[in-house]
């Protein structure tokens, strides 16, 4: 995430106007309005930490207003203090429901709505009412978290009552303090029982704090971290087609893989507009695009379909990179069919790439010495019938993981809206919180996907 928000702020600052400064993320308000309405609103895919459909409903709960609660909600929202996020939030929207074992615990869970969150408040809270020193309390901490019986029953007595811990150091322990003992014995067993997963408070704001830097790019620089987005996945075809799926919603064009105007990897054209790189296009490395791209800097665009074969040849791109451009709709522009061009493809390109090593510099043939001025090769283009379009759309999904085209179930989006109940992401979501465990197995549900293969055959029966 750090690596997208740099490249992010580098298309920023490549693209800004004369005169103006020079943006960094570093002196980005943590106090902005609308990106904490994006928060509000749930508004929070490929948000650092925020994104799943979990969070999101959260989010939409809590409507955070500043980092501090941001920082509550990212160490929460993990298995096992899960279960008192209804807490957290009834005690921010209902003060009437705050409830503290005494009243010196108020100043450390006020900033958590009553809520222990963070092991930094474990160890204060048997500082500030035992009289445990700093390093005592981590002490503490790490026993409790660790579930480590003696040690804890013996912090436990030295808590409630008092005396001298193993380097000889008096603790006044909570009854000395004033605090009740009924108290303080349910004061030590809830801190005991929250701090096997209580989550630590710097760990937690570190994510929240890049958390809201990815928002506050998501609502500003909405293209621009999109297209940063996406490069952080583009060797993940499934994470980066999820991730262009998403840009239609907001309003951002992923435009399809083109050979005269695409770079090696996703970027801006414009005003939410995105240009899908060739690098993601499956079968195609990065050595073959930069070898493009060199060759397009040096002799300009390609210019019909026959330059590009004449000239990959020459620079040695192989048969199977040039047909997943082909399949991936980067050559649609020539006005050939992919039938076509994927056909001339398998007869021409090796034998110009063939020809191209036999003409070595300064050796001629009988024949060249009779031909002065060459015409420069041609190329066979066949005539043949084009894909159909199921075929082409299953290319473009096997090159790029997404269908450029078309969609085979855009003329479904409507019926599938009304009858699916669940879908994988939310599935993801409860194995990635809480494992298979909670995933209720007795649950009724309808999913709608598409037959992408299938096989025949006979089985034993």
């Known amino acids: 995430t750090l690596s997208l928000i740099r490249y992010a702020e580098e298309i920023i600052n490549k693209h800004r106007k004369k005169g103006e400064e020079e943006f960094l993320t570093s002196k980005v308000s943590e106090e902005d309005g609308p990106t904490f309405d994006l928060f509000c609103r749930g508004d929070s895919v490929a948000i650092f930490q925020f994104e799943s459909p979990g969070m999101q409903k959260i989010l939409r709960r809590a409507k955070p207003r500043k980092i501090e609660e941001l920082v509550a909600l990212n160490a929460l929202y993990r298995p096992g203090p899960m279960q008192y996020i209804d807490q957290y939030i009834d005690g921010k929207w209902k003060p009437e429901t705050l409830h503290y074992p005494d009243p010196c615990l108020e100043p450390l869970l006020k900033e958590t709505y009553g809520v222990m ?26 026993a409790m978290s660790k579930k480590k019986k003696s040690m804890i029953e013996n912090y436990r007595n030295l808590f409630m009552y ?31 029982g929250f701090a096997g997963y209580a989550f630590n408070k710097s760990h937690a704001a570190c994510y929240a704090v890049v958390g809201y830097w990815t928002a506050y790019f998501k609502y500003h620089y909405p293209t621009e ?15 980066a087609s999820y991730y262009i799926s ?18 090696e990897r996703f970027t801006t054209e414009g005003e939410r507009r995105i240009r899908i790189g060739l690098s993601v296009i499956k079968n195609v490395g ?57 056909a001339c493809i398998q007869t021409e390109l090796e034998k110009l790439a063939h020809e191209e090593s036999s003409n070595i510099e300064g050796q001629l043939s009988l024949f060249d010495l009779g031909d002065p001025v060459s015409s420069g090769p041609s190329i066979y283009i066949p005539d043949i019938p084009e894909y ?19 969609n085979p179930l855009a003329s479904y989006a409507k019926l599938i809206a009304e009858l699916a109940t669940f879908d994988m ?8 919180m809480s494992g298979s465990d909670a995933l209720d197995d007795n649950r009724q549900v309808a999913m709608c996907g598409m037959v992408t293969d299938k096989r025949t055959g006979y089985t034993k029966k």
């Open 117 to 142: 969150v963070y092991q930094e408040q474990v160890m204060q809270i048997v500082r500030d009412l035992a009289g445990f020193s700093m390093g005592q309390s981590d002490n503490i901490r790490r």
């Open 162 to 192: 008092g005396g001298t811990d193993e380097k000889g150091r008096q603790i006044d322990g909570c009854i000395k303090r004033g605090v009740p003992e009924k108290v303080a014995a349910k004061i030590f067993d809830d801190v005991a």
């Open 225 to 239: 971290f999109m297209a940063a987005t996406l490069n952080s996945f583009r060797g993940d075809l499934g994470k």
């Open 246 to 263: 998403c840009c239609a919603s907001m309003g951002i064009e992923v435009l399809p893989p083109d050979i005269n105007k695409s770079r």
């Open 286 to 342: 990065e050595g073959a695009v930069l070898d493009i791209l060199r060759d397009r800097e040096k002799k300009g665009d390609y210019k019909s379909f026959e330059d590009f074969v004449t000239r990959a040849a020459k620079i040695g791109v192989k048969k199977p990179v040039a047909e997943a451009l082909i399949l991936a709709s980067c050559m649609d522009s020539f006005g050939l069919t992919r039938a076509q061009m994927t």
């Open 388 to 406: 159909s379009d199921a075929q082409k759309l299953g290319y473009e999904k096997e090159m790029v993981g997404i269908y450029l085209s078309g």
């Open 425 to 432: 992401s939310e599935a993801s979501d409860i194995l990635q």
